[in-house]
């Protein structure tokens, strides 16, 4: 078992849906969970951080993480085609990008947002 | 602009010749990593540096060499390139150590044929 798994997608979806990306991991031992967004020939960009579990919003976008079930999910509200993009999941089990933890990502799940 | 800037961006290489991709950083982060991105197979750590002067191994490492003389400049080497080094490479610098967030360079496509 990979220890990130990202439903590998593409999704479409029409303007103003509400999307749910989602994330399973198996070591126990991440404790950060970020969310990035990567644009098309573009290199990805954070989008969310949460650390351990709970909920944390931005705007349009909430990030959920569920530890007792090893999940995490990206919620993005009133979709817009500039929501358009690849999304990648990306978690660590020490301080983030600190100098001996690394992350590990989700092979990414590409939306589509239809005018 | 500050950020990481990578090059070439693009490059079409016969196999067994070496390639040296370059980064370069302008935010005086001391750790630095390259990844490369395959379709299906998402981003995979091939090198990373926590520090200038130092280097350690990712996923990927085998057929790569890194180096780190300076804070700024973190060059990814192919010694002799085979087709299945074909992918985008992409450079990242971190800053603050919990954030979780690097910052990629756009990306250099390669191809090896």
């Known amino acids: 078992q990979k220890e990130v798994e990202q439903d590998p997608g593409p999704l479409s979806v029409p303007e103003g849906a509400i999307v749910s990306l989602n994330c399973t991991y198996s070591n126990s031992a991440f404790q950060y969970f970020m969310w990035y967004r990567q644009y098309s020939r573009k290199g990805p960009e954070l989008l969310m951080y949460t650390y351990s579990s709970g909920n944390k919003e931005d705007g349009r976008f909430t990030a959920q993480v569920d530890k007792s079930s090893k999940y995490i999910s990206l919620f993005i509200r009133d979709s817009q085609p500039s929501d358009s993009a690849t999304y990648l999941c990306?978690?660590?089990?020490?301080?983030?990008?600190?100098?001996?933890?690394?992350?590990?990502f989700g092979k990414g799940i590409t939306l589509s947002v239809r005018p | 602009i500050a950020g990481i800037t990578q090059a070439p961006t693009s490059q079409i290489l016969a196999a067994g010749r070496r390639m040296t991709l370059r980064c370069t950083q302008d935010m005086r982060h001391n750790a630095m990593y390259w990844y490369r991105q395959d379709l299906g197979l998402g981003l995979r750590l091939i090198h990373y540096s926590n520090t200038a002067g130092t280097t350690g191994k990712g996923e990927v490492p085998d057929g790569y060499s890194v180096s780190r003389a300076n804070t700024d400049d973190f060059p990814l080497t192919l010694a002799s390139a085979v087709p299945s080094q074909t992918s985008v490479y992409f450079c990242a610098s971190a800053g603050q150590p919990d954030t979780g967030e690097l910052f990629f360079g756009e990306g250099s496509r390669l191809t090896v044929l």
């Open positions: 990306a978690m660590s089990g020490l301080g983030g990008t600190g100098a001996n933890s690394k992350l590990t």
